[in-house]
């Protein structure tokens, strides 16, 4: 079992910078693939990008591409989202996510999720 909690997000403008933070306590934290996820209104949550157990492999989706990096700091039992560039349509609910595997893609296979942060980009 582990706790996800996110916290970071906020109000920008368009072109401005953040950076999600997401806590996990609970069960041995490098043991967790880790995910970022969004959800806008009306849409389904996407998966952002992913991060494996040591670090050492990441994935983002084509939108997010050289904006956005994640990275984790397996003793502070930390994963983060440096958001730069951002844009009004990057606007909706994050969510950290961890899964058991060393790198997951399908939203349906992540165990544990944080209950988000809203992330509001304005133009």
């Known amino acids: 079992q582990v706790q996800l909690v996110e916290s970071g997000g906020g109000l920008v403008q368009a072109g401005e910078s953040l950076r999600l933070s997401c806590a996990a306590s609970g069960r041995t934290f490098s043991y967790y693939g880790m995910g970022w996820f969004r959800q806008a209104a009306g849409k389904e949550r996407e998966l952002v990008g992913c991060i494996s157990r040591s670090g050492g492999f990441t994935y983002y989706k084509d939108s997010v591409k050289g904006r956005f990096t994640i990275s984790r700091d397996n003793a502070k039992n930390t994963v983060f989202l440096q958001m730069n560039s951002l844009k009004p349509e990057d606007t909706a609910v994050y969510y950290c996510?961890?899964?058991?595997?060393?790198?997951?893609?399908?939203?349906?296979?992540?165990?544990?999720w944080g209950q988000g942060t809203q992330v509001t980009v304005s133009s």
């Open positions: 996510a961890a899964a058991d595997s060393n790198i997951e893609y399908v939203p349906g296979r992540y165990s544990y």
